[in-house]
């Protein structure tokens, strides 16, 4: 846990102190725009179909599988207890948390509980079942961690195009989840109303690479990924974006923060 652990400790000190998000050296790995009715690829830019840890975006589909399953309620249900132990590197996680907080402040414990309270296999099912990248949530080798740690940079991978494939079955409601786990899921994440009417929801991620199994902390990335909402159109967003070198700032929101000032002109051109 230590490498998760530095990296959302600098990104804590950032908030605290008002530093900006984002850096010079970040490279756009990919980005992708896809009509969410048929997956036709409107925009795509860069490398799309390698595979990254998913990191903190895998929380849309933890949120299908607890609505699913019924330990999730609805947005404020269940408000689960802060505990000492738990992962508490940013002072927002070390409270009690509902599930509209879990996704707003991406609290990494309240994710685990979930996870753990699904069980290994019907865990594994559910990934296996939303054909969610590679599938794999053994965890790190020989530490039997996969429930807890599979999505953070460890063994779980997922392509954008994969993403977009993932998100686009999520608007259609394509996936074997209930209707409730649809709509609260979708009531719980963020929205940003942009200038010209359209609606995003979305969720960042950020992490490290694994290069040759192990996890490396001089090459931070950031995902954001969601669709956006006009009248009767839909149009499903991913953005990758990998840094060259070790940042002290979050590549996740700083991600976020580009592709929402640059949304609105993509749209339109569309």
């Known amino acids: 846990m230590t490498t998760i652990r530095s990296f959302f400790v600098a990104v804590a000190v950032a908030s605290t102190f008002g530093l900006p998000v984002g850096a010079a050296n970040a490279e756009d790995t990919c980005t992708l725009l896809a009509d969410a009715s048929n997956d036709g690829i409107l925009l795509q830019q860069g490398e799309c179909d390698r595979r990254m840890p998913p990191a903190s975006t895998f929380k849309i589909p933890i949120a299908l599988m607890g609505y699913d399953a019924g330990f999730l309620k609805d947005e404020h249900s269940p408000k689960l207890p802060f505990r000492e132990g738990y992962a508490d590197w940013i002072k927002s996680w070390r409270a009690d ?29 559910y990934v296996e079942a939303f054909a969610y990248g590679n599938a794999d949530v053994s965890g790190d080798p020989g530490k039997d961690n996969g429930l807890t740690r599979s999505w953070l940079s460890s063994s779980l991978r997922i392509s954008p195009l994969e993403q977009v494939t993932f998100l686009g079955r999520v608007v259609r409601r394509e996936l074997p989840v209930d209707a ?43 995902w954001f990924v969601g669709w956006a909402v006009k009248g009767e159109r839909t149009v499903v967003f991913v953005r990758l974006a990998e840094f060259t070198t070790r940042q002290q700032m979050s590549p996740g929101l700083g991600t976020r923060d580009k592709v929402l000032k640059q949304l609105p002109a993509m749209l339109e051109a569309l």
């Open 97 to 125: 948390t509902d599930p509209a907080a879990w996704m707003k402040d991406s609290v990494v414990w309240y994710s685990q509980l979930v996870t753990q309270a699904l069980g290994k296999e019907r865990f594994a099912a």
């Open 180 to 222: 409730h786990a649809y709509e609260m899921t979708e009531a719980i994440l963020t929205r940003h109303e942009l200038a010209n009417g359209w609606t995003v929801l979305g969720k960042t991620g950020a992490g490290y690479a694994v290069r040759g199994g192990k996890v490396d902390r001089t090459r931070p990335f950031g």
